[in-house]
């Protein structure tokens, strides 16, 4: 119906959008929730000697190093996250990124930028995601990087994540690591996004624009 009408009118409303902004404020009470802080504790689980490893080392750069993760090294992973700090309690969401060495400083201390997505399946955050990203030295007994953002319950989030390892494998690396999230965010869980533009001229709605 609404794609008739706007058929019916391409030139009207073409000039009109012209002339329209592109941008509106709206009152933060159409986001119809109050932010909340939300402490979450889940335990990280990367997997090297598992069947189907849960990381991957992308080729590693061609120079000599006695680091185990020579300067330039990326690993991308994809690592499940339990709700203990047991591989075999229950599941409740995955971690996917990526971690790259980012220091020329040779030996054992590792200096890495991790970024990656924290994907919950669970409960009340079933399909919302939080993005983390920040400086990790896993070396640290507790590492602590920020949270920059995230989707459907997490919209607008920000906090920041405390790492810390429960179980190591040196020589193998496979490791368990305890998470603590702390989070402000808003308690909406609701999939729809404030209405901007209600005077009818959607953005995509353009009948030249949505051709494209
Ligand atoms: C999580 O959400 C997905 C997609 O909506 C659904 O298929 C699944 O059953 C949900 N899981 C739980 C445990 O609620």
């Not at 932010?35 to 997997?47: I, Q, S």
């Not at 590792?110 to 079933?126: A, K, Y």
């Not at 190591?168 to 308690?187: K, M, P, Q, R």
Request: proline share 7%; glycine share 8%; no cysteine.
């Amino acid at each position: 119906m609404a794609k008739i009408q706007t058929l019916l009118v391409p030139l009207i409303l073409f000039s009109s959008l012209v002339a329209a902004s592109y941008y509106e404020t709206i009152p933060p009470s159409s986001l119809s929730s109050q932010e909340k802080l939300t402490h979450l504790r889940f335990y990280f689980h990367e997997l090297i000697t598992n069947d189907k490893p849960s990381l991957l080392i992308i080729d590693p750069p061609k120079v000599m190093s006695n680091s185990p993760l020579p300067f330039g090294s990326m690993v991308v992973i994809e690592d499940p996250l339990t709700i203990g700090p047991g591989l075999d309690t229950k599941k409740i969401g995955k971690a996917q990124g990526f971690y790259l060495s980012a220091t020329q400083r040779e030996g054992i201390a590792l200096e890495i930028v991790m970024g990656m997505t924290l994907h919950f399946l669970e409960g009340e955050f079933n399909g919302s995601t939080l993005s983390v990203l920040g400086r990790n030295q896993i070396m640290n007994e507790v590492r602590e990087l920020p949270i920059i953002g995230g989707t459907g319950a997490f919209r607008f989030a920000r906090g920041y994540v405390l790492a810390r390892s429960v179980k190591v494998d040196y020589l193998n690396g496979d490791a368990t690591v305890e998470y603590n999230a702390y989070v402000y965010h808003y308690s909406s869980t609701s999939s729809s996004s404030p209405q901007p533009f209600n005077h009818g001229l959607h953005f995509m709605t353009d009948p030249i624009l949505a051709k494209i």
